[in-house]
């Protein structure tokens, strides 16, 4: 998972990007994403293992425009409307507005940003989530679908392989390694 993050944590022009569209340092844009990050992708390995109706998730992470948002964050976000998809996106990753507050609240503990600048960077930041889980899963969904005709019960098993790297079926110690890896 760490490679997923990567391309979210450590992509200067989707980093500056956002921090120029909600108003607030690069360092400080930098730091909330960093924690958001690990979050929401363990939010959406959740949504797999539950009960709940992952299709919809599993669409947009077959969205090729997802992942193109990866390679050009800047022109993403400049476009606009990126608030309103993610928004959409956050109701199947956190299942409900008042989750999406609580993971603001809980990022504002650990940052000391306000938990309002963290509620606009959130919807901002889950289509780029969305666009790195399709980007790293795009050669196995392929192959897959190649292998069987299937795309939707095999793609949650190779998502949920590529989040939970230790595959004990926890990704709360996969998120814990991942973010002592970026603040270490």
Known sequence: MAGLLDSIVNNPELVESIANEVGIKTSDAGSVITYLAPILMG???????SSRDSG????QIQDSQFSDMIDAPKK???????TDLGNI?????????ENSGKVATHVQKETGISDMII??????IAPFIIGALGKKAAPSINQHQQDSGSMTGGLENILISMIDKDHDGSIVDDMMKMAMKYFA
């Open 43 to 49: 939010a959406a390995k959740q949504n797999f293992q």
């Open 56 to 59: 919809d998730l599993l669409r």
């Open 76 to 82: 993403a976000v400049a476009k606009g409307g990126l």
């Open 89 to 97: 996106i956050l109701r199947e990753l956190t299942g409900s507005k």
């Open 119 to 124: 509620k606009k960077i959130l919807p901002m």
